[in-house]
């Protein structure tokens, strides 16, 4: 079988048992475990002068991990500038929010041209490379600028907008057109294979994307679940709640995620439904991202405000409603909180997938499910149709949803978790990355054919 070599901006290099993981290396765990992997990217670390990119390997299991540091400038404009500053915003149709320098653009080609440079070397001759998200769009062209032939494919994790609105991206069309390096491109859901592959289009490209939603490990959730419900965390949170219902939360802090819309939604429930009051608790972990960046500072500064408001309204000397944390919490506690919790509530703005939802789903007690609110715009969305759907923007809607969940009977409840549970078991993220893989194989295949 050949090396899989994955690059990422981020590389999760092990560094402890009880570390967070970021989705995409929840996604792509079962990838790297079934063959022999090379992971490059940066390393996280900003160097303080511009020394050569020379990548530092660390081996664990069958995988190798490469990662370089970057300049200041270096990280000032291609993760800042462009990436964060331009296409985050850009690609989750919140164009208002873009801030376009060509000084970042360039940072960001120079430093996807060094991602190449560094990983070159690395590459052996029956490689097949795999690129993940925004940030390296050129990359596979720059590895073909220099010499690399094997098999490379693309994917997307975040949503990519109608034509119309990526087109406000400043020579947008030569960003698209390094996309002809890639052998296979691949999206999260349908739409955004379609407004891609529309974009392409438009310039002549005869690329098509394609969906290939990701998945997460249920199975393993389910026994983290199972496991941590009798963990302290979960007892000391249980306890605490002393038989209330319990809504969770979990998502990065950023405003893709819809948190203050979210806030809104619930300080409805309590206004508008009273008889929740005393009998609801609602745990929200967003763990602080992206602090140098002032529109996240200012996220920041409105989610605090708003959770005094909430508090300060609805709590009593013997109960908080809304309890708010802005750090990360393992994985294996995650799932017991998961477990615990009578609703699931993730209302993104937008969401190329978000395994937050599948999570909740899998970590239930088949006996006694809770139920999920979820946004109509997160690309899970389409599959786990047992779920509550709500547009996130309106208060109200996310309000009436938690009060029907809040509301709902046992046995609606596992009907509605039992559809999204065969969703959930059948979708995976090993079927995903292999359904990935095999159709970039195949243009291999293929092209071999046609040159034979």
């Given at each position: 079988?050949?090396?899989?070599?994955?690059?990422?901006?981020?590389?999760?290099?092990?560094?402890?048992?009880?570390?967070?993981?970021?989705?995409?290396?929840?996604?792509?765990?079962?990838?790297?475990?079934?063959?022999?992997?090379?992971?490059?990217?940066?390393?996280?670390?900003?160097?303080?002068?511009?020394?050569?990119?020379?990548?530092?390997?660390?081996?664990?299991?069958?995988?190798?991990?490469?990662?370089?540091?970057?300049?200041?400038?270096?990280?000032?404009?291609?993760y800042?500038?462009?990436?964060?500053?331009?296409?985050?915003?850009?690609?989750?149709?919140?164009?208002?929010?873009?801030?376009f320098?060509?000084?970042?653009?360039?940072?960001?080609?120079?430093?996807?041209?060094?991602?190449?440079?560094?990983?070159?070397?690395?590459?052996?001759?029956?490689?097949?490379?795999?690129?993940?998200?925004?940030?390296?769009?050129?990359l596979?062209?720059?590895?073909?600028?220099?010499?690399?032939?094997?098999?490379?494919?693309?994917f997307?994790?975040?949503?990519?907008?109608?034509?119309?609105?990526?087109?406000?991206?400043?020579?947008?069309?030569?960003?698209?057109?390094?996309?002809?390096?890639?052998?296979?491109?691949?999206?999260?859901?349908?739409?955004?294979?379609?407004?891609?592959?529309?974009?392409?289009?438009?310039l002549?490209?005869?690329?098509?994307?394609?969906?290939?939603?990701?998945?997460?490990?249920?199975?393993?959730?389910?026994?983290?679940a199972?496991?941590?419900?009798?963990?302290?965390?979960?007892?000391?949170?249980?306890?605490?709640?002393?038989?209330?219902?319990?809504?969770?939360?979990?998502?990065?802090?950023?405003?893709?995620?819809?948190?203050?819309?979210?806030?809104r939604?619930?300080?409805?429930?309590?206004?508008r439904?009273?008889?929740?009051?005393?009998?609801?608790?609602?745990?929200?972990?967003?763990?602080?991202?992206?602090?140098d960046?002032?529109?996240?500072?200012?996220?920041?500064?409105?989610?605090?405000?708003?959770?005094?408001?909430?508090?300060?309204?609805?709590?009593?000397?013997?109960?908080?409603?809304?309890?708010y944390?802005?750090?990360?919490?393992?994985?294996?506690?995650?799932?017991?909180?998961?477990?615990?919790?009578?609703?699931?509530?993730?209302?993104?703005?937008?969401?190329?997938?978000?395994?937050?939802?599948?999570?909740?789903?899998?970590?239930?007690?088949?006996?006694?499910p809770?139920?999920?609110?979820?946004?109509q715009?997160?690309?899970?969305?389409?599959?786990?149709?047992?779920?509550?759907?709500?547009?996130?923007?309106?208060?109200?809607?996310?309000?009436?949803?938690?009060?029907?969940?809040?509301?709902?009977?046992?046995?609606?409840?596992?009907?509605?978790?039992?559809t999204?549970?065969?969703?959930?078991?059948r979708n995976?993220?090993?079927?995903?990355?292999?359904?990935?893989?095999?159709a970039?194989e195949?243009?291999?295949?293929?092209?071999a054919?046609?040159?034979?």
């Amino acid at each position: 079988m050949a090396r899989l070599v994955i690059v990422s901006n981020r590389v999760p290099v092990p560094r402890g048992r009880n570390q967070s993981a970021g989705g995409l290396a929840v996604a792509l765990n079962d990838a790297v475990h079934q063959r022999d992997c090379l992971w490059f990217g940066w390393s996280g670390s900003v160097a303080s002068s511009g020394a050569p990119a020379v990548p530092r390997m660390t081996q664990a299991g069958r995988t190798t991990f490469a990662t370089i540091d970057l300049a200041e400038a270096e990280y000032q404009g291609y993760y800042r500038g462009f990436a964060n500053g331009m296409l985050w915003p850009l690609l989750h149709s919140r164009v208002g929010l873009s801030e376009f320098r060509r000084t970042d653009l360039a940072a960001y080609n120079a430093v996807n041209a060094t991602f190449a440079k560094a990983l070159a070397p690395l590459l052996l001759p029956d490689d097949i490379i795999w690129v993940h998200d925004y940030h390296l769009f050129p990359l596979g062209q720059a590895l073909r600028d220099l010499g690399v032939t094997r098999p490379i494919g693309f994917f997307l994790h975040v949503p990519f907008p109608p034509p119309a609105l990526f087109d406000c991206l400043p020579q947008a069309d030569a960003l698209l057109r390094t996309m002809t390096a890639y052998d296979l491109v691949g999206v999260q859901v349908p739409e955004d294979a379609e407004n891609l592959t529309a974009s392409l289009h438009r310039l002549g490209i005869r690329i098509r994307a394609t969906a290939f939603p990701v998945g997460i490990d249920p199975e393993a959730m389910a026994r983290a679940a199972r496991r941590a419900e009798t963990g302290s965390e979960v007892i000391r949170l249980a306890d605490s709640l002393a038989d209330r219902a319990l809504i969770i939360g979990v998502d990065r802090m950023d405003y893709s995620k819809g948190l203050v819309h979210r806030f809104r939604g619930f300080a409805q429930l309590l206004r508008r439904f009273p008889d929740h009051r005393a009998q609801v608790r609602y745990l929200q972990i967003a763990p602080v991202s992206r602090e140098d960046v002032a529109q996240y500072r200012a996220l920041r500064r409105e989610l605090d405000e708003l959770v005094g408001s909430i508090d300060g309204e609805y709590a009593d000397f013997d109960r908080t409603p809304l309890r708010y944390l802005t750090r990360s919490v393992g994985r294996a506690t995650l799932a017991g909180f998961y477990r615990l919790a009578d609703v699931g509530l993730v209302t993104p703005l937008r969401d190329g997938m978000n395994l937050v939802a599948k999570e909740y789903v899998a970590a239930q007690d088949p006996d006694n499910p809770g139920v999920l609110v979820l946004s109509q715009f997160a690309g899970a969305a389409r599959e786990l149709d047992g779920a509550i759907l709500v547009n996130p923007y309106d208060p109200d809607e996310i309000a009436e949803a938690l009060d029907t969940a809040l509301s709902m009977k046992l046995e609606e409840r596992r009907a509605r978790w039992l559809t999204m549970r065969d969703a959930v078991w059948r979708n995976t993220a090993a079927v995903w990355a292999d359904r990935f893989l095999f159709a970039l194989e195949q243009t291999e295949s293929n092209l071999a054919r046609r040159v034979s």
